[in-house]
């Protein structure tokens, strides 16, 4: 069984910034895409941003220019959030996530953590 291991979040003053890690219990090879996703109260989950096979990255309309993702090491089993000028919008619990379902896997989800930015 695969368990992912989210680090970082907290809570920031707006223009602030943190740090998100996700590492799997171990490593997961010919991996989909990897990535992370969010909630805030009241709302769906939305994707933030993803890396792809390809290492091609994605990000959300409302983050791009102030979130950054990476592969820790350019491994598979690490993936690193970097956000910066956050907003208060950008209050969510936040969910790694990796995806293996293009090579008949499955797809893993994080616990969450909490990313609150207030003054």
């Known amino acids: 069984q695969i368990q992912l291991e989210e680090s970082g979040g907290g809570s920031v003053q707006p223009g602030g910034s943190l740090k998100l890690s996700c590492r799997t219990s171990?490593?997961?090879?010919?991996?989909?895409?990897m990535g992370w996703y969010r909630q805030a109260p009241g709302k769906e989950r939305e994707m933030v941003s993803m890396i792809n096979r390809d290492g091609i990255k994605s990000y959300a309309e409302s983050v791009k220019g102030r979130f950054t993702i990476s592969q820790s090491q350019g491994t598979w089993n690490t993936v690193e959030l970097v956000a910066n000028n956050l907003k208060i919008d950008d209050t969510a619990v936040y969910y790694c996530?990796?995806?293996?379902?293009?090579?008949?896997?499955?797809?893993?989800w994080g616990q969450g953590t909490q990313v609150t930015v207030s003054s």
């Open positions: 996530v990796f995806d293996k379902r293009c090579n008949g896997g499955s797809l893993w």
């Open positions: 171990r490593y997961i090879e010919k991996m989909c895409g």
